[in-house]
């Protein structure tokens, strides 16, 4: 406790600039920027509309997993199964939409799958006491296989007498901006007022800050365990249904990779993978870096391989740039 109070009276003594500029958001957040004017530079294509709209799309399915896995993230746990949800939620999406049945049926479907595997996960961490590693793992390889097997390895494109309307869902815009990046944006301001002013929100840094004091000191350990879990499956069945919505097809191998870049999201924003740090925005703009590269990449004629040892490496430094900050307060 006396360390907790020894934090926030430093951060009071540091004032809002100082912690705005201390902060790894700031610095990735000015990363992009330069890349950003680096590539005005280099590609007459980057700052059109045209790929404004691709960049802000493609990055909002990962940016709303990673709302979810940065509060994983925070307890000091991880999801690796997020990806192979995806998968599975947008198959069940997808076959409930094809047998017939409606919008509301489709989506409510999907996302029930999600919650049922962050619940399974959840149980298995919080109450039997098992490595969050260990059990999203298998989460994992379970959740893929599952999507296999319901799609008989085959894709679904026809939805129903709804399937004009879930296109629309997942593909629609509002004022020119797609429709996933608009509910990213709004879960950005949800989760900061969650993160920063709720109950939960507090509990959630307690307990990746120290489990042991914050169990005594009252917190509800377990169910805060089993409520992150949850809720990061139910981001990844939410992107899911929207990433079908948009790509106007289900297949077995949606998501794949995801669990990857979704993690790298929230680490380069500023999370840390022993816990009690991380931020609503921080995934938002780490999200945002990944796809700026990957898009920057492809502009400037790279080959795409290269993108998994850019962001690997912006991984590593994200990672010592927090150490570095952690060796220098204390």
Known sequence: MSVALEEIAQKREKGPLRQMVGSQPFWVTIALALICLVMSQVSDVFFTEDNFFNVTRNFAFIGIIAMGMTAVIITGGIDLSVGSIVGLSGIVTGLVLNAGHSLLAGIVAGLLTALFCGLVNGILIAYVRLSSFIVTLGMFGIARSLAQVLSENHMIYEFGPDE????????????????????????????????????????????????????????????????????????????????????????????????????????????????????????????ALIEVIRNSLLLAGVDANWEGTFVGLFIVFAVLLSKLRGMRSG
């Open 164 to 287: 004009k309307l879930f296109f629309e869902l997942g593909g629609g815009t509002i004022y020119g901006f797609a429709n996933p990046f608009i509910l990213l944006i709004v879960l950005i301001v949800v989760f900061m007022i969650v993160f920063r002013y709720t109950t939960w929100g507090r509990w959630v840094f307690a307990l990746g800050g120290n489990e042991n004091a914050a169990r005594l000191t009252g917190v509800p350990v377990n169910r805060m365990k089993l409520s992150v879990y949850m809720l990061s499956a139910l981001m990844a069945g939410i992107s899911a249904v929207l990433l079908v919505g948009w790509q106007g097809a289900a297949i077995n191998a949606m998501g794949t990779g995801y669990e990857l870049r979704v993690i790298a999201s929230s680490v380069i924003g500023g999370a840390d993978l022993m816990g009690g740090a991380g931020g609503a925005y921080g995934a938002f703009i780490g999200a």
